[in-house]
């Protein structure tokens, strides 16, 4: 992490830190050692001082928006919805609100209108520091080499999309945090003209199986399979 990404993070956390009880500061302590590779004395005095000021800070009340309360809302939704952007966030809260707070129970009316009232741009900068921790690429199950490509047809021109039955298909490892073992594998294969779909589950990700898989989905389309 760079200089200045490492300066954003601490403002984006700082106020947390600030608010949180004791237990909870350690916790973010340990994310800021962990994220920014600082000695741990020097983080933390990082984390207590004052927050910095800056050229474009404007006088008058802190955000209403920085509340601990939000804050919990906003990222657990942002994760259990995949961390969509912030422009499909903003039209998606409203749809997972129930579902949060049957979880996590009701939450406050001031809470639900700030949520709802809030801006792409408030979230963009409420979740800034959240995605520095969560934003990582992911495990890859697929292993560079030109070996298969070369016994692979594959069409160089360019595909006539105006059609059904030229489709994206792509799989993704059910894994949690490691690749070692067996696990389930989905396929999922995508019309690029109708956005059609078909979803099928395979154990590991052997050729042989894919292939069934895949053949059962030409069997299930409304359309002839073209490429």
Known sequence: MGKNAKKAYLEAIRWRYHQAKRL?????LDEFCAVCHYHRKYALRKLAAAPLKT????PGKPSRYNRPDIM???KVIWLASGQMASKRLQVAIPLWLPQYEKTYGAIADDVRYLLLAMSAATMDRLLEGVRVTVGKRGL????????????????AGVWDVTQPGFMEADTVAHCGDSLAGDFAWSLTMTDICTGWTEYRV???K????????????E???P?????
């Open 219 to 221: 069997k299930a389309l």
């Open 223 to 227: 359309f002839q399979l073209q490429g």
């Open 202 to 204: 395979t154990w590991n």
């Open 72 to 74: 919990k809302a906003l």
């Open 140 to 155: 890859s199950g697929t292993k560079p080499g030109t070996l298969l490509k070369k016994q692979i047809p594959i069409q």
């Open 206 to 217: 052997g050729s042989n199986e894919v292939l069934l898989r895949i053949k059962e989905i």
């Open 24 to 28: 909870e500061k350690t916790k973010i």
């Open 55 to 58: 050229s474009r800070s404007k």
